[in-house]
């Protein structure tokens, strides 16, 4: 698979390194709307920078990997859905819902991937393996927690959606595939704790959702922008039969026994070393969908109904109220 | 201390453990609606089974515990508050607000400790303690989770008051005891997911709770009726420091190695064992704030305020909207 | 029963506690070479002090409870015997191999119980019925960790019989107990590391044992006088079909996580705190011994096995060779 | 860096992986005993089988990894050294001491590495790290556990020159590195406890070792053949300030709580999951030491100390005495 990486930025190094790792799938070309960007980039994964139009009409490019800024996406994806190219796209598809959807239902015959990286996770994909497997029975309760080391910079917070669109679609997302049934209720509570500046901006940089489904399977989300030791990342499910606990991962198990006790490692700081092996395995999805003519893991479906969650929840926190999802 | 025990159930079997215990409590009288209940628990202890009448009467007697059915308890508190005895009594005061807030303005002037044994647990003692040495720095998130390992019988079910008043009353006094400043909003969800019996009693099996301070402190509490595993007890406190988690506890720390992973006990099965502990300290602490002349570390009012978070609860999960508890 | 505790020192206190929480067990006397700390201790606990003449010659004494120095333990054990009273006696029976074996067979007749304390802690308890019931197949290889949290004072040192006979005796019983099969060879090595005025007095404060037993089942035991961090005391049994590991105890299972890691309680410090429980087993299952007419879990004979392993240890350290049991 | 990798079995093809993976090192041939094996290797990776003289005569091959059967290592050494090909070992040199130490001396002037790969493995790196730092204050106690799966084939173990030469060395390396000071006596005890056959062959399948170093330290090794929850690599390092303990890693962190209790994964398999990154972090060494000039992490010294302590451990466990280093 030729692939052509468009952003070169924090995000899109991520993707190269995935890219450079895979036997099957070669970086064609860099695209960055300020160009020397995409030649460092290009340069340091021995590709080359080009041209987002020439990118769109070379035929020999199989596929798009969009990692630019979120106002991009919807273009980007029309226009590679239209140049014939399978893409992966970077979440949120669009801050809009409206737009998210007419784009969705444009692009509905291509092959379109959302980068809902948390799914290819090895720890959360064994967890969803074993709900399928009726480890626990029915599932009744989904927890999920989910906090950052640092709140982003202020300049981005301001242009991100807000919490439930920029940070909780992640978990929007997972609640939906681990749920495993329409979402039908929910409800957010939100406050700014962290840092003042970011309540001025109209955000909140803690949350609380609650969603119930059709058969009443009760789903709590908890956000923070900051957790002083580090990416917080965990889910529990609980049901008839017993409990299931993806738990915080560490570099590794080494532990020190003293005077102050019983000492483990912090959990991984960020979402690059906690989530780098879902990186990888999210790309060779892409790829093995292209090649197999199969959907990936995630779609461009997945992207709308966790963005309507998002906009649910914000209504739900300006209103104190159950917002129902056929509402939005 | 001379103590006069009111109700010879289970729970009051739990107390009279404790009162044989603790060097400077006497249990000088068991009294129960069944005559052959009080003396059969009599016996046990080495006590005698008295009439209700004559223990309120007896200047020897200093003291009442009552643990006799919830409808018994205001006519109870009030008089043993007119008869000047110290009281410690089972949660809850009644089922009805109203009524339990005038019965606390009664007898306002006497010692009256409320048995909200966790607040006495050796865990969450020392979980309260790290709070206000400000180990987490300030708090933001507390989550509590509280499940049964069964259900109780359906009768019981029905005359409970419901989940909220019943089973969730001990999470919102531990959510008042460790959030530390007023409670200013309710929100609830419910769902019948363990037997559908308790849904056609009208409650839920099932529940998750939403409440925010005057700070913006956010809480959820999960709730319930059955857990295969075990009694689930577990407290989360996040804030701009770390985090506190207080662990589900197991009667051995025995690790067992083998092919099918590395396998730890369950957590214990029910309060019973899980409390033994604080329901010696609570004997304890009712006796040493007799004995100081102190409030007791939870007293009548704190009974009522609970009561009112499990009312707003209520009336949240049949609106479906953000419950102020200032309406309640 | 009524029983009389020979010896009012630290470990005596402890006994104490256990008998005043015992219903079946009655403190009748107290016995100490310093009448004061006998009266002291009798006091505390609602007994008496009295002579030990008199509590060999008193008909109503059932039982002695043998927590005097060390050099004492066989004159009172062969008075005990002769006076028809039950025994509880503390470890070590004496310092001299042939002078235990030699008071074991005079008192053969009599019940004579040895304070093995371990053998009656929960999780010990609990991994030797799991041997026994095959959890881990055949036992091939058994790991003893024993390490106190702070040295002795040297006084005590020098008249303890060294490291083997007074620390790692408990060590060799649990061996006996756990591997269940005839101990053939015995191997030490040991350095002074903690303290250089133990290894001034003759004694070694770090030691390492590897045991052989007669179907070639390996033991290891791993000794210090110091660790910081409390007392260590773990197990590690491993066999054909997995592995069981007894852990540290902590006094709860409250975890902070922070900046510098994930935290959870230092193992509990000492003796007092680690095995109160199993001093209250010990206790019971000495009552129950002697109602039942019955062995107890740990006899006179346990006593003489475990200081023969320690005496051939001492050869073997001296000599630098494998010692066969059958040689001691 | 140009190398050729001289062995196309199993941990022939592990090296490959890493080789592979590093972007300044190119697989420039895959020599072989087996033609075909080396060509189907050579294939699998981009490279091309060639013949061992050829090899050796190509001015363009920087280096060596020699992964080829034992008994070939001192050839390859020796003639890698004459070629000036900087080399990377395989353990053992050889199975016999003095011809180890011959090359040793040989090849002193030339980069010879020694496969020592748990020295790479980033749990043990950050052990020896902190050990360095004083975290536990002075070392004073050290404890290897190290199990194998599932023993070798019998004809394997046959001309393994034995457990001690063949599985401990690993642990006898890991012992000299964290001791970190001359190791001066061992005493070694074994058993066939895993299957009759291997006794049989003269050799055992369980084993433990005791070792004193020239301050006094003490250490344990204990190897069994066969562990049926996967591969068993634990160390502990106990000292003045606390206890460090490296312990088992598993694929994920995820928990199941159920009925029957707490469960984590089993302990990876076997060595290339266990120490996947080990192997390309010694790859890693072996490039930097060959670029930089500097002296790899573990080198061909290492080895015959290694052996060395081995063959010391053979005479000990016939013996049955300790057995000073400097005997052998």
């Known amino acids: 698979m030729k692939l052509a990486l468009i ?80 893409m992966l796209c970077e979440k949120p598809i669009a801050l809009d819902l409206a737009a998210s959807r007419a784009t969705a239902e444009r692009v509905a015959q291509s092959l379109c991937a959302l980068a809902f990286n948390r799914r290819h996770d090895p720890q959360f994909s064994a967890l969803k393996d074993q709900l399928g497997q009726g480890r626990i029975g029915k599932l009744e309760t989904l927890a999920i927690t989910s906090r950052d080391p640092e709140p982003p910079p202020l300049e981005y917070v301001k242009g991100s959606g807000g919490l439930f669109r920029d940070m909780m679609i992640h978990d929007f997302d997972m609640a939906r595939w681990l749920l495993d049934e329409p979402i039908v209720s929910v409800y957010a509570s939100g406050s ?48 008839s039969e017993g409990m299931l606990q993806a738990q915080n991962e560490c570099d590794t198990r080494l532990k ?56 649910a929840a914000d209504i739900s926190r300006r209103e104190g109220r159950t917002v129902y999802v056929e509402e939005v």
Chains 1, 2, 3, 4 share one sequence.
Not at 18 to 31: G, K, M, Q
Not at 62 to 86: C, F, M, N, P, Q
Not at 194 to 214: L, N
């Open 7 to 86: 952003g070169a930025g924090r995000i899109g190094r991520v993707h190269a390194l995935s890219i450079a790792a895979h036997p099957e799938v070669t970086l064609a070309a860099v695209v960055d709307a300020y160009p020397e960007a995409a030649e460092t980039l290009a340069r340091d994964f021995g590709s080359r920078a080009r041209d987002i139009d020439d990118v769109f009409e070379d035929p020999e490019i199989d596929a798009v990997l969009i990692a630019s800024s979120t106002a991009t996406h919807i273009d980007y994806l029309e226009r590679a859905a239209s140049a014939g190219k399978a």
């Open 192 to 239: 700014c704790l962290v840092d003042p500046a970011i309540g001025e901006a109209g955000d909140v940089d803690s949350a609380v959702v609650v969603m119930k489904t059709a058969s009443g399977r009760l789903c709590t989300i908890s956000n923070s922008r900051r957790a002083v030791y580090g990416y917080d990342q965990r889910i529990e499910a609980f049901g």
């Open 256 to 311: 020190f026994v003293g005077k102050q006790g019983q000492l483990e490692e912090a959990p991984r700081w960020f979402f690059l070393e906690r989530y780098a092996e879902a990186y990888r395995r999210e790309l060779d999805d892409f790829y093995q969908s292209w090649r197999e003519g199969r959907a990936p893991r995630a779609g461009i479906t997945d992207g709308v109904e966790a963005l309507r969650l998002a906009e």
